[in-house]
């Protein structure tokens, strides 16, 4: 079992950025794929990015290719996502998850262990 709680999410301006944390109970959170997905309002839920185990791997979706970046920090057990260029289509609740094996996947299915997650709102 792994807890996840997300910070960082907040009110800014089109063209701004932000910095999504991710912070995980697990001491093995090392060995988990990590991910953010994303959910507006009416909407379905949909996949942002997700990274290997070791960083080494990434993948994120056509909509936020070149303005965000996943990273994490081991050490800290902690997930971060990079936003820049925000817009406003990218306003919805932003959410970490985790699954405990090596796959980047990016269906919401596909992922056993979620946060709460934080609003992140663009305005235009």
């Known amino acids: 079992q792994v807890q996840l709680v997300e910070s960082g999410g907040g009110l800014v301006q089109a063209g701004g950025s932000l910095r999504l944390s991710c912070a995980a109970s697990r001491r093995t959170f090392s060995v988990y794929t990590m991910a953010w997905f994303r959910q507006a309002p009416g909407k379905e839920r949909e996949f942002v990015a997700a990274i290997s185990w070791s960083g080494g791997t990434t993948t994120y979706a056509d909509s936020v290719k070149g303005r965000f970046t996943i990273s994490r920090d081991n050490a800290k057990n902690t997930v971060y996502l990079q936003m820049n260029s925000l817009k406003p289509e990218d306003t919805a609740v932003y959410y970490c998850?985790?699954?405990?094996?090596?796959?980047?996947?990016?269906?919401?299915?596909?992922?056993?262990?979620w946060g709460q997650g934080t609003q992140v709102t663009v305005s235009s």
């Open positions: 998850a985790a699954r405990a094996d090596s796959k980047l996947l990016v269906r919401p299915n596909q992922y056993a262990y």
